[in-house]
C-alpha cells in the first residue's frame, strides 16, 4: 500500500464540487478533509496538521476571504489555493494574488488543478526559506498577534531562545501573554515534540510545590504512599513553566537553584540525584528585585533564573497593537457564538484604543466576547461596558482635589447666608472653630 501523501482540506458550499475535488485528490493519494463551512474548516485547521487548504470564495456567512485572512495570520506557512467561479471578483482576486495565494476557476480539469496543487505546495517549501531571510512584518507569530515595536522585539527574542535550552526568565503585567509567550519558545522551536509543562507556583500550597516539583519517595510524609515523580520529571527532555515563581518557599528556591546549576532533582525523602534535562521559562508579574531587597527571594537564582529576560509591555504601551486583536478575537467570536464575521464600527474601535488597559489582553478578550455575544452583526460602543465609556467622556479639567470642590461649597454657602459664619457652620454641620479653619487655611 502507497502511504497518503499531504494533508489537504477543502472549503466550498457546494457538496458537488467537494466530491469533486475530493475524488480527484484521493486519485493522487492525497489525504482529503472536507468542510462545507468556514466554521467546520477551522474547525479541523485547529485539530489537524494541514498542508494545503482550497477554498471558495463565495459561501454563505463567513466568506473565503475571512477565511484566507484568519489562515494568514494563524497559520502563516500554510499554502491557499482559491477555487472560484466567479471572475467577477477578479479586483479581488488581483489582491489576494499579489500576496501568496494561487487560484483556480471553475470550471477546471484535472489536469489544471494538478498544475495548481503542484504550484502551492512546491512554492510553499520555497516560501518557508524566503520568510526565513526576509525581515518583512508580520502580524502573527504562531497564537501571538501584534505588529507593534514591542511585541516585535518580544519574537525576536523567541526567535533566538527557541532551539537552545536556556533558562527564560518573562516579565509583565497580568494579561499581556507571559504563558503564550513561554508556549510559543516551546511549540515554535525544535523540542516542540517533547512534553510543555506549566505549574503555577502561586495555585499549589507551599508545603506541597516540593514534593510536586521535584517528586517524592514512599514515606517522605504522610500520604506519600508510593514513589513518584514530579513536574520536573514529566517535562523532561522538553519544557517547565514556572509561572508565579515569586510564590515558591526559600526551601524551593534552593533546590531549584540546584536544578539550573547541577542540572538534577532530588525527589523529597530521597538523598540519590536524578539528572534531568529541561528547559526552564520562569514568570512573575511581581518585582523579584524588591523581594530580593526583603531577603525573600534569592539573589543567586534570580541570576541563574534571567540568562534571557523577556518584559512584555503592557497593551496601553503598544495600542498599534489593539486593532489587530480585536480582529482576532472578533473572528474566534463571531465563528464560535454567530457563524459569521463580526465586524465592529470605528467610533467603539476608537473607545477601546483610549482606554488603559489594566487587564491588558485578557481584559480586551473578554470585553469582545460579550461584545459579540450582545451585538447583531456589528459591535458598537452600546455593546461595550458602561466604564469604557465614562472613560472617553470625562476630561481631565473636571477632575479636581476634594480641597478645591470643599472651598467653593463654602464660598457658596458663605454667599448664600450673607457671610453669617454660625448660620454656614450650622448648614456645612460643623462647628465654627473648624469653619474659622478651614477659611484660614
Ligand atoms: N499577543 C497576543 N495575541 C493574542 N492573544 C493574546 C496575546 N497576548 C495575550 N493573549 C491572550 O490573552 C490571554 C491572557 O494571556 P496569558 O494567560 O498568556 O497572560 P499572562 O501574562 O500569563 O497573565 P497572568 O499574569 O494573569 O497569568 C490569553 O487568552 C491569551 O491567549
Ligand atoms: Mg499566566
Not at 152 to 165: F, M
Not at 167 to 193: D, M, N, P, W
Not at 341 to 354: C, D, G, K, N
Amino acid at each position: 500500500m502507497q502511504l497518503l501523501k499531504e494533508n489537504i482540506l477543502i472549503v466550498d458550499d457546494d457538496v458537488n464540487i467537494l466530491e469533486l475535488l475530493q475524488r480527484h485528490l484521493q486519485s493522487w493519494n492525497y489525504h482529503v478533509f472536507k468542510a462545507i463551512s468556514v466554521k467546520e474548516a477551522v474547525s479541523i485547521l485547529r485539530d489537524t496538521k494541514i498542508d494545503l487548504l482550497i477554498t471558495d470564495l463565495k459561501m454563505p456567512e463567513v466568506n473565503g476571504f475571512e477565511l484566507i485572512k484568519f489562515v494568514s495570520e494563524h497559520y502563516p506557512k500554510l499554502p491557499k489555493l482559491v477555487v472560484t467561479g466567479y471572475p467577477s471578483v477578479q479586483g479581488s482576486l488581483a489582491a489576494i494574488k499579489s500576496g501568496v495565494v494561487d487560484y483556480l476557476t471553475k470550471p477546471f480539469t484535472k489536469v489544471e488543478l494538478k498544475t495548481a496543487l503542484d504550484k502551492s505546495l512546491s512554492a510553499s517549501s520555497a516560501k518557508l526559506v524566503h520568510s526565513k531571510n526576509s525581515s518583512e512584518k508580520k502580524q502573527a507569530y504562531g497564537e501571538i498577534i501584534g505588529n507593534s515595536e514591542k511585541i516585535n522585539e518580544v519574537i525576536q527574542v523567541i526567535e533566538r531562545v527557541k532551539d537552545n535550552k536556556a533558562t527564560v526568565f518573562i516579565k509583565g503585567e497580568s494579561g499581556t501573554g507571559k504563558e503564550l509567550v513561554a508556549r510559543a519558545i516551546h511549540y515554535q522551536g525544535k523540542f516542540s515534540r517533547a512534553p510543555f509543562v506549566a505549574v503555577n507556583c502561586g495555585a499549589i500550597p507551599e508545603n506541597l510545590l516540593e514534593a510536586e516539583l521535584f517528586g517524592y519517595m514512599k514515606g517522605a510524609f504522610t500520604g506519600a504512599e508510593t514513589n513518584r515523580g514530579g513536574f520536573f520529571q514529566a517535562a523532561n527532555g522538553g519544557t517547565i513553566f514556572l509561572d508565579e515563581i515569586g510564590n515558591a518557599s526559600l526551601t524551593v528556591q534552593s533546590r531549584l537553584l540546584r536544578v539550573l546549576q547541577e542540572k538534577e532533582v532530588v525527589r523529597v525523602g530521597s538523598a540519590k540525584a536524578e539528572k534531568i534535562d529541561v528547559r526552564i521559562i520562569a514568570a512573575t508579574n511581581s518585582d523579584l528585585r524588591d523581594m530580593i531587597q526583603k531577603q525573600i527571594f534569592r539573589e543567586d537564582l534570580f541570576y541563574r533564573l534571567t540568562v534571557v529576560e523577556i518584559e512584555i509591555a503592557p497593551l496601553r504601551e503598544r495600542k498599534d497593537d489593539i486593532a489587530l486583536l480585536v480582529d482576532k478575537f472578533l473572528f474566534k467570536y463571531g465563528v464560535e457564538y454567530k457563524d459569521r464575521f463580526i465586524q465592529i464600527s470605528p467610533e467603539a474601535l476608537t473607545v477601546l484604543e483610549r482606554y488603559n488597559w489594566p487587564g491588558n489582553i485578557r481584559e480586551l478578550e473578554n470585553i469582545i466576547q460579550r461584545a459579540v455575544i450582545m451585538c447583531d452583526k456589528i459591535v458598537d460602543i452600546e455593546h461595550l461596558p458602561d466604564y469604557l465609556k465614562y472613560v472617553l467622556n470625562f476630561s481631565s479639567e473636571e477632575l479636581v482635589p476634594l480641597k478645591v470642590i470643599e472651598k467653593q461649597y463654602i464660598e457658596k454657602v458663605l454667599r448664600a447666608t450673607c457671610n453669617n459664619k454660625t448660620k454656614a457652620a450650622k448648614i456645612l454641620q460643623i462647628d465654627r472653630k473648624t469653619l474659622r479653619n478651614k477659611l484660614s487655611e
